[in-house]
């Protein structure tokens, strides 16, 4: 089975955003062994859209198309597509349940053209929206699999992943399973890695070894083609033992997880708790604490101390700022310091340098201290960082938590 | 003439990477008056791609490549593409004497493959590589302009700014002056503020008005065709005033900018500073307050204050959260009023709510306070928002933002 992924939206032809949802869904489709041999883009046009369709299943088994499944007038996917294979558009009563209960919640008034979003073809599997009004569809027409999903990433991958996925999996019949493990790295640059892994990455060919590096970490995707489950597994463990023994010092977690997620984690595991002054970073280390569910047990809060003014607040004393300045390890140090204690933390931590675009206190941009406190230890790290104002602060806090993690596996 | 993008890479049909060069390209077609109507992914797979270049020459004027022009064997754009216009390859010498260059000057040994780098279609105009080896190629055959590029966008991009679009805007001959502007709005729904514009989204075709929604915001591009830039300039100007008229209200900006960015910029034109106290929104204010450079004299600090142990630490008085609990108006009051005032602030702004996944406190998940408090002014925005955690946090600030930015438009 070979897949096209159609992309519907005069958005992406204007280049508004990027085709985003084309690489998400290649990756999950690749996951589950299905071939893509295309990505296409077209408009929000009715004609052209039909022509995508007729080119696409003369190629591919199956077609998945992203976007137009809106409440406007230039949201005609389904309908086109219902044209082209020939079926009806029925509405679907969960879909339009749960679009008068969310009106009815947020207690705003429902447009008529919402309605059009509960709208399906008929005889079609309908795929919930969990985030979202528009419901998937999803149906066998001929020899075509046609599948359609929201546009929105937010609505399209918990749809895809949580219905779709397990859809695909049922209709299309494996007797191979392809298995992929994704190892994630921090503190390690791509070439650096494969440098050190290049006979291995050369060398095999089950698992294939792919490094792919981004956001300031580099992931190896471990990919093992075998009759059963347990096979892979046994090829993927063979691997993953050597590369480990290679580069280890640098892994912090498995697939879709992020340090913040792992530090999180590990907190909670030692029953330990953190508090935070972020002078640099601006709230960002508090962010991505907080973007994990159920850390209040955890995170006792942070102190976003920008200023000098908001710096003395913490007790900074007046002449360490003029001693050393704002962005020094001393300063550091007390932060993290007087985070821990002020709100009676097992942990803290601080952040302040300088993020550009200018220097301060005739500091580089880029110098960057993390300081990190306990009952026991006071440490500083201290960074000179290239790049630019965000990914600077980007930087720093995957700095942090790996710091954090490190000294928590330190003491084991 | 219009044009389609074709990007060559077994890459991105895997997932590794998005399509960013499609987005790049298509933006920069509409600024020169190109229209692009599809854009397409295949493989490093010859047959597959002759089939695309069929297809695409039925459709559009100008085909765009990206991709498939390095060194190694699966890179076979340039053979295929000549193959299908009937041209031969031959070296240029340019190109060439750039890559011996190279080798020389990095003391490398220079691979036979890598002379493949310098083949050219015979007859082209061939467009330097100042970042990379691999030169671009464009000619025109038939009735079709052919352009092909390097993938990598840091070679292509400046390929295409430097000598493609000079190429291009020479090639094709323009009277035609096409200028876009875009229109952002918080707080209404597309449908609504679709349904408020409809006789002038469907009536209008000089300026064209299309809606885009995304992150909990809504954009209006209009976009105006005229003889010279005055022209387009008035005929925008008429549109938005109508526009303006009807839903200025929720109006915020324009182009690319953000409600963190406005907010800043009305700060500093007022000379206010700020304070903040985070609860339910955990340091994603102050992340964006401080995302934007230059704040330190507008953003007095934050207390990121997740739990009742870091509000009491603002001097929220225990009585207070056993009366109302954190999540009321009342809380958001006095984090608001007190984080003000020690922050020694113009303006205080509170966050306190549910982001799920769970209940808090018998409050529903998505239960909202935003406290703001000035010197002569208290007042607290209640709101219930559906959707998951992360869009409840990222659309409480975004509130939070335009709260600001009303109460200071209130005061003119």
Chains 1, 2 share one sequence.
């Not at 919402?114 to 998937?136: C, H, R, S, W, Y």
């Not at 030692?270 to 047990?297: M, Q, Y």
Request: with cysteine; net charge negative.
């Amino acid at each position: 089975m070979n897949a096209e992924i159609i992309a519907i939206g005069s958005e992406l032809l204007l280049g508004q955003i990027a085709n985003t949802n084309a690489q998400y869904l290649s990756r999950k489709l690749a996951d589950i062994g299905i071939n893509v041999y295309y990505h296409t883009v077209v408009g929000d046009n009715s004609e052209r859209l039909k022509q995508v369709i007729t080119t696409a299943k003369s190629r591919s088994d199956l077609l998945i198309f992203t976007g137009g499944l809106g409440p406007t007038k230039d949201d005609l996917t389904k309908e086109t597509i219902a044209d082209a294979a020939g079926r009806n558009l029925v509405y679907d009563e969960k879909a339009m349940s749960a679009i008068t209960g969310y009106y009815k919640k947020v207690n705003k008034k429902m447009s008529d053209n919402n309605k059009k979003q509960a709208l399906v073809i008929e005889g079609a599997t309908v795929f919930n929206n969990d985030t979202g009004m528009a419901p998937g569809i999803g149906f066998l027409e001929g020899e075509t699999h046609y599948i359609l999903l929201p546009g929105p990433p937010k609505e399209m991958k918990p749809m895809f992943s949580n219905y779709v996925e397990p859809y695909l999996k049922q209709t299309v019949n494996h007797s191979e399973r392809i298995v992929s493990r994704v190892l994630r790295f921090f503190g390690i640059g791509e070439s650096l890695l494969e440098t050190k892994l290049e006979d291995l990455i050369e060398r095999q060919s089950n698992p294939t070894i792919a490094p792919l590096a981004g956001d300031w970490e580099v992931t190896l995707r471990l990919t093992a083609k075998e009759t059963s489950a347990e096979k892979t597994a046994v090829l993927l463990d063979e691997a993953e033992t050597e590369i480990q023994r290679r580069v280890g010092d640098f892994f912090y977690g498995y697939g879709e997880t992020s340090l913040a997620i792992e530090t999180v984690e590990l907190l909670k595991e030692r029953k330990l708790t953190v508090a935070a002054a972020e002078s640099l970073t601006g709230g960002l280390f508090s962010k991505e604490v907080t973007d994990v569910s159920g850390v209040s047990s955890l995170f006792k809060g942070s102190f976003v101390c920008y200023t000098n003014e908001a710096k003395k607040q913490l007790h900074v004393p007046d002449k360490l700022l003029q001693d050393f300045g704002a962005v020094s390890e001393e300063c550091a140090k007390e932060l993290a310091e007087n985070a821990r204690k002020q709100l009676n933390a097992d942990i803290g931590i601080s952040f302040t340098g300088v993020a550009g675009p200018d220097k301060s206190e005739g500091k580089e941009v880029g110098t960057v201290y993390i300081g990190l406190s306990t009952e026991t230890d006071l440490a500083v790290h201290s960074l000179q960082l290239a790049g630019n104002r965000e990914s600077i602060r980007a930087r720093t806090v995957k700095h942090g938590f790996f710091d954090i993690m490190k000294h928590l596996q330190k003491g084991e």
